[in-house]
């Protein structure tokens, strides 16, 4: 179910009323309902997946913090290595599904076997999300951090909250288990879910869509004359930014009118000074997720031995990345390509920091050209993860020439509805931060918050373009 | 070893990583608190730490500290 569509509008129109009028205690039991009936509205059979999944991470929860307490000690180690083997291989199993239909270059019409792979390579839904959510749990009852839940109600709502799963953000269990448990949202908080909502709307059928076809068509058909490409190369971040923050947007306001307080998944992102600082603002619940159950083991074991063990965990940490978008060669690409980054800055990063303490001129210029610089480098990888081949990624590199508009062939009013949308997201951006820093004591008045509401709403239904989807659905 | 002892040791320690002589920590200081402290100079505090006083950490030791607090408890009951 998209979140851009009657459906989901109908689904919250019918939910949210219904939360409100269920006592507090019971509230728990009626967002597990909610969250199964959308995931049972959106993909009846992968219910029983995600069903089997919780149980099966709620008692081994059980078992590890039962392990802990046995006098012998170290008794919980085996159990937790073993169910989050499983849970590993659980998702690379649907992961390797699609990845192998298409070497095997079978289609759901072909006979026997392959047409039984054919049709049943696809993702189930929200897979990639609720098994981090399920393994960190598991992780942080053997690391003690939090104690195992005894709940299954609300350790099952957890794992299939519904505005988190389709793209997240991943929210730890302890952060939404402590919630869960005492629901009583206020009406700000419900107020300013909807706004969120509002923006995420915004932001994706005016900026994120109509940039989107413009995308279409400079990838569409690469030729000898491809002019477009350099457009491409510059709006696809922006577009993936518009797209992927609007889905949280969307995500953490959903949650926000049932009293859950999610995760943020992006902090200024294309602001970012080094490519190391672009990670700790992109997508940060998948990062901070991998630092901490990737990174920090890998980090630890590979300890004494310096730069190296340095250099192999973050490359690992980078591929992995790439590959829990896609089992392809171009994730592998942009996450080899984003290592090798991120090693080079990390090895570097002492220099630097002692050179521009003694220069600050340099220092002053580098907080300017460090964004540009972080960019373009953030747009060279992205290639490959818009391009649908490596072919198709070498080939809009290798062309990044000219720029013209009027020979992508599209019309130029989507080019125009586009720019007007990011403009007027940076201005409201803008105002946000002029308005944080020196008007935090001025509000609008109601009349003005409505008419400019109003005003968002009549923008999304005459320039929207709506498209099939959010890109980050299909991870 | 005395607390006081201990604590100077590992301030000692924490302007050696980050290059501050002037840094000063308090239980309550976090990574956010000091500049430089990331997931990176975080293994680099562990192993110059490690190193100082003689001891080893283990991977979910280091996972669940939350703050400088936390790192002084956990040296203090290795340290004995």
């Given at each position: 179910m998209?979140?851009?569509?009657v459906?989901?509008?109908?689904?919250?129109?019918?939910?949210?009323?219904?939360y409100?009028?269920?006592?507090?205690?019971?509230?728990?039991?009626?967002?597990?309902?909610a969250?199964?009936?959308?995931y049972?509205?959106?993909?009846p059979?992968?219910?029983?997946?995600?069903?089997?999944?919780?149980?099966?991470?709620?008692?081994?929860?059980?078992?590890?913090?039962?392990?802990?307490?046995?006098?012998?000690g170290?008794?919980s180690?085996?159990?937790?290595?073993?169910?989050?083997?499983?849970?590993v291989?659980?998702?690379?199993f649907?992961?390797?599904?699609?990845?192998?239909?298409?070497a095997?270059?079978?289609?759901?019409?072909?006979?026997?076997?392959?047409?039984?792979?054919?049709?049943?390579?696809?993702?189930?839904?929200?897979?990639?999300y609720?098994?981090?959510?399920?393994?960190?749990?598991?992780?942080?009852?053997?690391?003690?951090?939090?104690?195992?839940?005894?709940?299954?109600?609300?350790?099952?709502?957890?794992?299939a909250?519904?505005?988190?799963?389709?793209?997240?953000?991943?929210?730890?269990?302890?952060?939404?288990?402590e919630?869960?448990?005492?629901l009583?949202?206020s009406?700000?908080?419900?107020?300013?879910?909807?706004?969120?909502?509002?923006?995420?709307?915004?932001?994706?059928?005016?900026?994120?869509?109509?940039?989107?076809?413009?995308?279409?068509?400079?990838?569409?058909?690469?030729?000898?004359?491809?002019?477009?490409?350099?457009?491409?190369?510059?709006?696809?971040?922006?577009?993936?930014?518009?797209d992927?923050?609007?889905?949280?947007?969307?995500?953490?306001?959903?949650?926000?009118?049932?009293?859950?307080q999610?995760?943020?998944?992006?902090?200024?992102?294309?602001?970012?000074?080094?490519?190391?600082q672009?990670w700790?603002?992109?997508?940060?619940?998948?990062?901070?997720?991998?630092?901490?159950?990737?990174?920090?083991?890998?980090?630890?074991?590979?300890?004494?031995?310096?730069?190296?063990?340095?250099?192999?965990s973050?490359?690992?940490?980078?591929?992995l990345?790439?590959?829990?978008?896609?089992?392809?060669?171009?994730?592998?690409?942009?996450?080899?390509l984003?290592?090798?980054?991120?090693?080079?800055d990390?090895?570097?990063?002492?220099?630097?920091?002692?050179?521009?303490?003694?220069?600050?001129?340099?220092?002053?210029a580098?907080?300017?050209?460090?964004?540009?610089?972080?960019?373009?480098?953030?747009?060279?990888?992205?290639?490959?993860?818009?391009?649908?081949?490596?072919?198709?990624?070498?080939?809009?590199?290798?062309?990044?020439?000219?720029l013209?508009?009027?020979?992508?062939?599209?019309?130029?009013?989507?080019?125009?509805?586009?720019?007007?949308?990011?403009?007027?997201?940076?201005?409201?951006?803008?105002?946000?931060?002029l308005?944080?820093?020196?008007?935090?004591?001025?509000t609008?008045?109601?009349?003005?918050?409505w008419?400019?509401?109003?005003?968002?709403?009549?923008?999304?239904?005459?320039?929207?373009?709506?498209?099939?989807?959010?890109?980050?659905?299909k991870? | 070893?005395?607390?006081?002892?201990?604590?100077?040791?590992?301030?000692e320690?924490?302007?050696?990583?980050?290059?501050?002589?002037?840094?000063?920590?308090?239980?309550?200081t976090?990574?956010?608190?000091?500049?430089?402290?990331?997931s990176?100079?975080?293994?680099?505090?562990?192993?110059a730490?490690?190193?100082?006083?003689?001891?080893?950490?283990?991977?979910?030791?280091?996972?669940?500290?939350?703050?400088v607090?936390?790192?002084?408890?956990?040296i203090?009951?290795?340290t004995?």
């Amino acid at each position: 179910m998209n979140f851009l569509s009657v459906q989901f509008a109908l689904f919250l129109a019918i939910v949210v009323p219904g939360y409100y009028l269920c006592a507090s205690r019971r509230r728990p039991l009626f967002l597990l309902l909610a969250s199964y009936a959308f995931y049972i509205l959106s993909s009846p059979l992968a219910a029983i997946g995600i069903f089997l999944a919780t149980a099966f991470t709620f008692w081994m929860g059980a078992v590890i913090e039962a392990g802990q307490n046995e006098p012998a000690g170290n008794a919980s180690r085996a159990p937790m290595l073993a169910a989050v083997t499983l849970l590993v291989l659980y998702l690379s199993f649907f992961k390797t599904l699609a990845p192998l239909a298409r070497a095997l270059n079978v289609d759901s019409a072909s006979e026997g076997w392959a047409g039984v792979l054919a049709r049943n390579a696809l993702l189930p839904l929200g897979i990639s999300y609720y098994t981090f959510k399920l393994i960190s749990y598991l992780v942080d009852v053997y690391w003690k951090k939090i104690p195992a839940e005894r709940s299954f109600i609300a350790f099952a709502a957890y794992a299939a909250f519904f505005p988190q799963i389709v793209a997240g953000p991943i929210q730890r269990s302890g952060d939404f288990l402590e919630q869960v448990h005492k629901l009583s949202p206020s009406t700000e908080m419900f107020r300013s879910g909807l706004r969120r909502m509002l923006i995420g709307c915004f932001k994706k059928a005016v900026v994120a869509d109509n940039l989107g076809r413009l995308m279409d068509a400079a990838y569409a058909a690469p030729g000898a004359a491809h002019p477009s490409t350099l457009l491409a190369f510059y709006l696809f971040p922006l577009q993936l930014y518009a797209d992927f923050s609007a889905l949280t947007d969307i995500a953490v306001g959903t949650a926000r009118l049932f009293g859950i307080q999610s995760p943020e998944n992006f902090y200024e992102p294309f602001l970012a000074t080094s490519i190391s600082q672009y990670w700790r603002r992109w997508h940060m619940s998948l990062t901070t997720w991998l630092t901490d159950y990737v990174f920090l083991p890998l980090r630890m074991a590979t300890r004494s031995a310096g730069n190296w063990g340095l250099a192999f965990s973050l490359m690992t940490n980078m591929i992995l990345i790439g590959l829990w978008h896609s089992l392809s060669w171009t994730f592998f690409v942009f996450g080899v390509l984003h290592g090798f980054f991120l090693i080079v800055d990390a090895l570097t990063s002492k220099r630097r920091s002692k050179f521009f303490k003694t220069h600050t001129g340099w220092d002053r210029a580098a907080t300017w050209v460090g964004p540009v610089f972080t960019f373009h480098l953030v747009a060279l990888a992205m290639v490959f993860v818009r391009a649908a081949s490596l072919g198709q990624a070498w080939d809009v590199l290798s062309r990044l020439r000219l720029l013209r508009i009027e020979d992508t062939g599209i019309g130029e009013n989507e080019t125009l509805y586009a720019l007007a949308g990011l403009t007027l997201w940076f201005l409201a951006w803008v105002s946000l931060k002029l308005k944080q820093r020196t008007w935090s004591t001025f509000t609008v008045p109601a009349w003005g918050r409505w008419a400019f509401y109003y005003a968002v709403i009549a923008v999304i239904v005459k320039y929207g373009h709506n498209a099939e989807g959010f890109i980050y659905f299909k991870f | 070893m005395e607390e006081q002892q201990l604590r100077t040791k590992m301030l000692e320690t924490f302007r050696d990583v980050f290059g501050n002589p002037d840094l000063l920590v308090q239980d309550s200081t976090t990574a956010d608190d000091v500049e430089g402290w990331d997931s990176l100079t975080h293994i680099d505090l562990i192993v110059a730490l490690e190193r100082a006083f003689r001891i080893k950490f283990t991977t979910g030791e280091v996972g669940k500290l939350a703050n400088v607090g936390d790192l002084v408890s956990l040296i203090k009951s290795k340290t004995g």
